[in-house]
């Protein structure tokens, strides 16, 4: 949408007439205040977008978001939203899931949408654990992880979403946490504008069954964060470390000043860089490292709905219009007499 037909809005446009109904001090109020704050500033038309959820305590936000919306079924949400994009091509679709949503039952519709590169703007909320279902280890869990349903500590080997995104084909792969603000607002307005497979993870608190599993990141932002910026080398707590390659492409985290690592020595970020540079930083996670936060790798591709909708007009084009009648009863068509004879 250009400048000149901006829509003037204000964070209460965006919001519903429900009562936001989340555990006190669950990370996704503030979420909801970002997103709502973000998309006001941009202009949107609120009869053009909609957002689409599945099941679990982060997909409670359509209701609350003055838009469309859909809260549809346990991981769905992706396949929903893709059949929604390729329908009606004009409409912003935005998707939001979890980590057990988007993850476990929703892993094979997460993996698709993205491969295709369908045009979504996809928000995982990733707080380590089920929440609505009254706390089960995730697919992220840590190892270790002691909750109902592993009482003696979870055996499981915990998913790593960017890296999943990465593989899968997302075209636009960022992480912030839910109360950076100014982060997350400044993703927000990217992937509104880019065109693709948005893939957003957000580090989230849930203060009943998991409280304070980010908070070595989001209480350290200097010493367990890395800014990514674009040109400028991996740094974090106050420019005193940096992480350089060594033997094997193996990341190292090395002190940096005068007879120390040079600036030089550090690797640089570039968010259109190589795959390879992508998969490496997304290895980037605690407790071995700090984690990188903003957008992690871009790249511009064909849609899959442009791509669909093109096909389509190619069909036509050369074919003309087509006879759905005529189709049906083309080919190996029969009919069964009252005998039960084929005919």
């Not at 003055?66 to 059949?83: E, K, L, M, Q």
């Not at 740094?235 to 190292?252: D, Q, R």
């Not at 980037?284 to 700090?290: A, E, M």
């Not at 511009?300 to 096909?311: F, I, V």
């Amino acid at each position: 949408m250009s400048d000149s037909v901006k829509l003037k809005l204000s964070k209460k446009d965006l919001e519903s007439d429900q009562d936001v109904r989340w555990c006190p001090g669950c990370g996704d109020y503030a979420i909801l205040a970002t997103v709502q704050r973000v998309l006001a500033q941009l202009g949107i038309k609120r009869e053009n977008t909609v957002f689409v959820s599945g099941i679990g305590c982060s997909s409670r936000f359509p209701y609350y978001m003055n838009t469309y919306g859909f809260h549809t079924i346990h991981g769905r949400a992706p396949t929903i939203a893709s059949g929604l994009k390729i329908t009606r091509p004009d409409l912003d679709v935005w998707v939001i899931t979890g980590d057990g949503d988007g993850l476990s039952i929703g892993g094979n519709h997460m993996v698709h949408a993205l491969r295709r590169n369908m045009d979504l703007k996809i928000i995982l909320f990733n707080n380590q654990i089920y929440g609505l279902t009254k706390g089960q280890y995730s697919p992220t869990s840590s190892v270790g992880t002691r909750a109902p349903s592993t009482p003696s500590g979870s055996i499981d080997h915990p998913l790593n979403p960017i890296s999943l995104a990465l593989g899968a084909g997302a075209s636009f792969v960022a992480r912030a946490a839910d109360t950076d603000a100014k982060l997350l607002g400044s993703i927000l307005e990217q992937a509104y504008k880019h065109k693709g497979a948005v893939f957003i993870e957000l580090l989230q608190n849930c203060p009943v069954f998991n409280d304070g599993v980010w908070e070595g990141v989001k209480d350290d932002p200097a010493g367990r964060q890395i800014r990514l910026e674009e040109g400028k080398p991996l740094l974090f707590a106050g420019g005193t470390k940096g992480i350089k390659l060594g033997a094997g492409l193996v990341p190292e985290i090395v002190d940096v000043g005068e007879g120390k690592a040079q600036l030089s020595d550090l690797v640089v970020h570039t968010e259109r860089g190589s795959a390879l540079y992508a998969h490496l930083l997304a290895q980037l996670v605690q407790p071995n490292f700090p984690m990188p936060m903003g957008v992690l790798y871009r790249q511009d591709k064909p849609t899959y709905d442009a791509l669909a909708h093109a096909q389509v007009a190619d069909a036509i084009e050369k074919q003309g219009p087509g006879d759905l009648s005529k189709l049906m009863f083309s080919g190996m068509v029969w009919e069964v007499g009252a005998d039960g004879t084929r005919h």
